[in-house]
């Protein structure tokens, strides 16, 4: 029996299953139709992304506050390690200390938020979502159309207005680095370099500047893209392997093994997402960190 | 993969996020840190003095152990002295007061014997008149040979 089969005993498809589990809590109550609608909002999104920063501030400015040089506690232990790793990484990338008071900073909110924003992925994948339809019921509202996504990180609209913002501070440092003449200069004789001849310099500029604006497209592209697109295939692994349980149809043979299919599907990609976690919250940290020390190298 | 306004929101909300970071939770920590730093750097270096210190007292004592030692010799060494010079000190004056004593006794001694040898002297003389009284008796006058007598007698010393 497959589990579409299951599903549709219930009432829904495996599809329809998917697609619900797919579809934001937005200010349009149902799924943006056009590709970009900057009149639309996840509610869902930014209400996790921002419950997620509030948590980690707050747990981060207690520690701080308390911070002492004395035998640190075991929490403070722990924002300690991950700080001292960010220091770390950060001398290894950026090698000026001015810019370095702001960038480590930068780099600890990075893997914290995003660490705890991907983490959202551990919670049941029909938790929220569930007690989200309770609510909204209650509420008065038609419970069909309770959309929630519990996963900030695999929404695309959050990991693109991260990399978007490293973009801006990349920018930020190249011309407070090198100067607005300085970073012009180099936009249009780096990477190919220039020439004597003015026609062959004037092309060679062109060229230069078409690299360079590629290059900070796909940088920002590539940034934003490879966490969502973890974080998303996650997510739905999660939902795939969750159609196994759903396929119950009573104490029948196919009913537990599918059962037990799930619970160790659903064990086994939860420890491997660990390190999915923390590998993309880590690599987002340190591609902000490279990107930012690019901006203050000339090439 | 629908763009919307939650990107926008999601700028703010990062620039929020990162400048609380910055602002409030980054400065404590870091000084803890390098406080932290900076006491167990001190805690070596007062181990390190603590070490040298002990080496130098270790050497110091040994130095005023030595010393006493010295002067607890030098001490000995000079009563022994002392004492040596004392035994010989009584034993001179011993030997003085045995020879003084001597000198005494021998001069007692010759002045007995002179006494003896004078009244020998005037006994002998007093006989040799007697005698030659006896021989001479009417011819020998005593006190005109008064003077011949006392030559005799002086020729008998």
């Known amino acids: 029996m497959s589990a579409e089969h299951a599903a549709a005993q219930q009432g829904v498809t495996s599809g329809e299953y998917i697609a619900h589990h797919l579809t934001y809590f937005n200010s349009i109550g149902g799924k943006q139709q056009a590709i970009i609608d900057w009149s639309v909002i996840n509610y869902d999104s930014v209400f996790f992304s921002i419950a997620l920063a509030v948590i980690a501030s707050l747990v981060m400015w207690l520690v701080a506050r308390r911070a002492s040089a004395g035998i640190p506690g075991r929490v403070q232990g722990a924002v300690e390690m991950l700080v001292e790793m960010v220091i770390d990484q950060t001398k290894g990338v950026i090698h000026s200390a001015e810019s370095r008071k702001f960038v480590a900073p930068l780099g600890l909110t990075i893997f914290i938020w995003v660490f705890l924003m991907n983490a959202m992925d551990f919670l049941p994948v029909d938790l929220l979502p569930n007690i989200w339809r309770g609510i909204y019921g209650a509420a008065g509202h038609d419970a069909h159309h309770a959309y929630l996504r519990a996963v900030p990180t695999a929404d695309i609209n959050i990991t693109m207005g991260m990399s978007l913002t490293v973009l801006l501070i990349c920018l930020y440092y190249n011309v407070k680095i090198k100067g607005i003449g300085g970073w012009a200069h180099e936009l249009v004789t780096a990477p190919f370099g220039t020439s004597k001849n003015p026609v062959v310099a004037v092309i060679l500029g062109f060229v230069n500047f078409a690299m360079q604006l590629i290059e900070f497209v796909s940088k920002t592209i590539s940034h934003g893209m490879r966490l969502f697109g973890n974080m998303f295939a996650g997510e739905l692994l999660f939902m795939l392997i969750a159609l196994m349980g759903a396929a119950w149809t009573g104490a029948n043979v196919p009913s537990v093994l599918f059962f037990i299919g799930d619970l160790v599907a659903a064990l086994a990609w939860a420890i491997f997402h660990i390190l999915v976690v923390a590998l993309q919250a880590f690599i987002f940290m340190m591609l902000t960190l490279v990107y930012i020390g690019q901006a203050h190298e000339g090439h | ?157």
């Open chain 2, 1 to 157: 993969m629908n763009l919307n306004a939650t990107l926008i929101a999601q700028v703010v909300v990062f620039l929020i996020f990162v400048l609380f970071t910055k602002k409030f939770v980054w400065p404590p920590i870091v000084k803890a840190l390098d406080e932290r730093a900076d006491k167990i750097k001190e805690g070596l270096t007062a181990a390190d003095k603590a070490k040298t210190d002990l080496v130098l007292a270790e050497k110091r004592v040994g130095e005023e152990l030595r010393k006493a030692r010295e002067s607890a010799a030098n001490v000995r060494g000079s009563a022994e002295k002392q004492a040596a010079g004392i035994v010989e000190e009584a034993r001179a004056e011993a030997a003085k007061i045995v020879a003084d004593a001597r000198k005494a006794a021998e001069s007692e001694a010759q002045t007995v014997l002179q006494r003896v040898k004078e009244d020998l002297r005037g006994q002998v003389a007093a006989l040799a008149v007697a005698g030659a009284e006896q021989i001479l008796r009417r011819e020998i006058d005593a006190k005109a040979h008064a003077e011949l007598l006392a030559n005799l007698k002086q020729e008998l010393n």
